[in-house]
T-cell receptor
Framework: DTGVSQNPRHKITKRGQNVTFRCDPI?????LYWYRQTLGQGPEFLTY????????KSRLLSDRFSAERPKGSFSTLEIQRTEQGDSAMYLC???????????FGPGTRLTVL | RKEVEQDPGPFNVPEGATVAFNCTYS??????FFWYRQDCRKEPKLLMS???SGNEDGRFTAQLNRASQYISLLIRDSKLSDSATYLC??????????FGAGTRLFVKA
C-alpha cells in the first residue's frame, strides 16, 4: 500500500500520560499536515510541514502538543499530559509541492480515560 | 463567526434527485477551494477542486462566487453511493487549511 499510513490506529491512555503518533507520507510528498477531528466536525488544522520545516501551527494548539518531521519524511505528533478533551481522531495528510490536493491517512483514534 | 460555514443537514433525497450545497467563507483573501467527501468512519478524500470559472466532473458541478464569498456543489442524478459527508475546504493566504463541519447527504432508494 503506497498511501499515507498512520500508527497506531487506536490508542487508549489515562489522563496525564504522554502519547506519540506517527505518520508516514506518500513518497515524494513534501507537504504534511496534522489535523484533529471530533464527531460531527470537520478536520481542525493543527500544523503544517514543508519538508522538515514546520511553517504553520494553529493558535489553538496548546504547548502540550508538539510535532516533528526531522528528515522531511515521516512525522510524529506528541501530546504531553493528555486530558479527556484530547480524545479525538488525529489525521495526517500529505501532498506534492505546488499541489492543492491532500491525501489523508486512516487516522489514529485517541481515547483518554 | 466560523471561518468556513456549511449547513450540516442532513439532506435526505431520493435516488435521481438533484441536490445543492453551499459553503460560505469569511476570509476574502482565501486563495483556493475544494470539496472533499468523507464516508462514515473513513478519512476525507478529494472530490473536486473549485475554480473561479466553475468546473464540472460528471454529475458534480462546483462554483465559486468570490464577491459573495461562497462556493457551491451541485450533484445531479443522485446515487445511493453518493451518501456521505461533504466537506468544504478553504486555503488561506498562509499554509493553513480550513475545513467546514460538513454537510451530510443521505440518498434513499
Amino acid at each position: 500500500d503506497t498511501g499515507v499510513s498512520q500508527n497506531p490506529r487506536h490508542k487508549i491512555t489515562k489522563r496525564g500520560q504522554n502519547v506519540t503518533f506517527r505518520c508516514d507520507p506518500i513518497s515524494e510528498h513534501n507537504r504534511l499536515y496534522w489535523y484533529r477531528q471530533t464527531l460531527g466536525q470537520g478536520p481542525e488544522f493543527l500544523t503544517y510541514f514543508q519538508n522538515e520545516a514546520q511553517l504553520e501551527k494553529s493558535r489553538l494548539l496548546s504547548d502540550r502538543f508538539s510535532a516533528e518531521r526531522p528528515k522531511g519524511s515521516f512525522s510524529t505528533l506528541e501530546i504531553q499530559r493528555t486530558e479527556q478533551g484530547d480524545s479525538a481522531m488525529y489525521l495526517c495528510a500529505t501532498g506534492l509541492a505546488g499541489g492543492g490536493e491532500q491525501f489523508f491517512g486512516p487516522g489514529t483514534r485517541l481515547t483518554v480515560l | 463567526r466560523k471561518e468556513v460555514e456549511q449547513d450540516p443537514g442532513p439532506f435526505n433525497v431520493p435516488e435521481g434527485a438533484t441536490v445543492a450545497f453551499n459553503c460560505t467563507y469569511s476570509n476574502s483573501a482565501s486563495q483556493s477551494f475544494f470539496w472533499y467527501r468523507q464516508d462514515c468512519r473513513k478519512e476525507p478524500k478529494l472530490l473536486m477542486s473549485v475554480y473561479s470559472s466553475g468546473n464540472e466532473d460528471g454529475r458534480f458541478t462546483a462554483q465559486l462566487n468570490r464577491a459573495s464569498q461562497y462556493i457551491s456543489l451541485l450533484i445531479r442524478d443522485s446515487k445511493l453511493s453518493d451518501s456521505a459527508t461533504y466537506l468544504c475546504v478553504v486555503h488561506t493566504g498562509g499554509f493553513k487549511t480550513i475545513f467546514g463541519a460538513g454537510t451530510r447527504l443521505f440518498v434513499k432508494a
